[in-house]
């Protein structure tokens, strides 16, 4: 069963950074070949696409609301999808996901729509506070 787990997360002040991690688990499971989504769900409020980076690391998509803050990035010695979060903010608050498409190499219908998406972490919470 293909599985991801998010880690990384934490209590933060403003204007600090923190880098969050996505790894696959489960026999044979590898985000190494996997587009990968980042999301992020804050209390009473949708899930939102934060970042995307596809299969090969080539092309990264931001939202508006964090780009020039937050860089995704893959790191295949470790198997593992990097989301370097700086000058963060309070609004940044929520538990983050990632995912990916049903598909090794395939690139997600929507790159910010969650039903694009089969696969799913646990979510790992950040915080944002003084």
């Known amino acids: 069963q293909l599985q991801l787990v998010e880690s990384g997360g934490g209590l933060v002040q403003p204007g600090g950074s923190l880098n969050l991690s996505c790894i696959g688990s489960g026999s044979g499971f590898s985000v190494d070949y996997y587009a990968v989504g980042w999301f992020r769900q804050a209390p009473g409020k949708e899930r939102e696409g934060v970042s995307f980076i596809d299969a090969t690391g080539g092309h990264t998509i931001y939202a508006d609301s964090v780009r020039g803050r937050f860089t995704v990035s893959r790191d295949n010695a470790l198997n593992t999808v990097v989301l370097q979060m700086n000058s963060l903010e309070p609004s940044d608050s929520a538990t983050y996901y990632c995912?990916?498409?049903?598909?090794?190499?395939?690139?997600?219908?929507?790159?910010?729509?969650?039903?694009?998406?089969?696969?799913w972490g646990q979510g790992t919470q950040v915080t944002v506070s003084s």
């Open positions: 995912a990916t498409p049903r598909w090794a190499g395939e690139d997600p219908r929507t790159f910010f729509g969650t039903e694009s998406y089969s696969f």
